[in-house]
């Protein structure tokens, strides 16, 4: 080999990839959905500050809408490589390439290096490898093995990508079903059910009160100029899952635009656990809270913002002040520092380290 090799890779989430480059060798690697999906999800389920909550990640609406959105790319890479495949491409099935690699890269190989070596590549492939042989992957072993949510996931894939040639391995169909209506919701380019022309209304016949089906139609009752209706399916949706994040936070923006109280289901413990990363959701419950004169809550809940916030303002701000309510001038003077030093043109914040000052001044005289 006398030339430079440069090596990419991409997931093509949003299919801009250029399928056009001729001086390019594309390896389009592809796996059976079921064992991908339990591997993807290992990865998806771990616990993190920039993450959504885990609480709703564990739970079967979360798992659903996730799968369907995997359901979709999987259909729209087969149609984007698949249905007509690149002429410099090397097709990769992940099991096969597991079962016999020398015989799978060595296309790969042929076209870097013109021709291959078989027992320099064994080799090579056996000293990475550590001498492992491949096993399959039990499905049924995974954590996240669910037949009910994964077996129409399976039929959807394997109905609508037919040039992946993948063997079912549990038993179910997608039509008509719940599922079926989360693919409705997420993929536009779904066909709708015979007789349906909303493709809103579609999916919540099929998959009624999801909550991600539910909260774009609390977020279309708003548009339409129906605060309350839409209120009333957010709590509806909060009693189902009250770990779903974007259902407070599209509650936030309905009761500020319609100049409303936050109300009290929203102001539950579960809140802090939902939008752990969200501040001004946090906040935002603290201010009704504290409207309630609810101190000690309010206090728990801008406690978690400024560890997690601390650069948060008006958190660190709300968090002195209702700490001088408790008459903890002592622990309100640094927040109240932090407040004014981050917006030091803020009026309030300024008056609330006066008045803190002014406490200190006259305990020592």
Known sequence: MNRPISFQK??????????????????????????????????????????????YRRTSDSYSWWLAHKAIYYRRFHDKWFR?????????????????????????VDWVDGSTDSERLSQSISEIGGGRTFT??????????DQALLA????????????????????GSYRNSEFHGLIIAQDPEEPLP?????????????????PE?????????????????????IQGLLERNPFFSGAYRLLMQICRGAGKPLPDFACRADAIFACHN????LVGISDALLREKRWVNALSVLGVTTVLFPEHARANFLLAKT????????????????????????DKFAGLNSRIVTHFSEKAA
């Open 10 to 55: 991409s997931h093509d989430w949003d299919f801009s990839l250029d399928r056009n480059l001729p001086d390019a060798l594309y390896v389009v690697q592809y796996r059976h959905p079921v064992p991908e999906a339990l591997s993807d999800r290992d990865l998806a389920m771990q616990d993190k500050l920039d993450k959504s909550s885990l609480n």
């Open 84 to 108: 007509r495949r690149v002429p410099n491409a090397v097709y990769l099935n992940y099991d096969d390439l597991l079962r016999d690699p020398v015989g799978q890269i060595a296309g790969i």
């Open 136 to 145: 399959p992957r039990v499905i049924e072993a995974s954590a996240y093995f």
């Open 152 to 171: 129409p996931f399976e039929a959807y894939v394997i109905e609508r990508c037919p040039i992946f040639e993948f063997r079912a391995e549990l038993s």
């Open 194 to 210: 015979d007789g349906e022309t909303d493709r809103l209304e579609a999916a919540a016949k099929l998959a009624p009160g999801h």
């Open 213 to 233: 089906i539910s909260l774009r139609l609390a977020e279309r009752e708003f548009q339409r100029g129906a605060p309350d209706k839409a209120i009333e399916i």
């Open 278 to 281: 969200y501040p001004d959701i």
């Open 323 to 346: 700490l001088v309510q408790e008459g903890r001038w002592a622990q309100a003077r640094a927040y109240a520092e932090k407040a004014l030093k981050l917006e030091p043109q803020n």
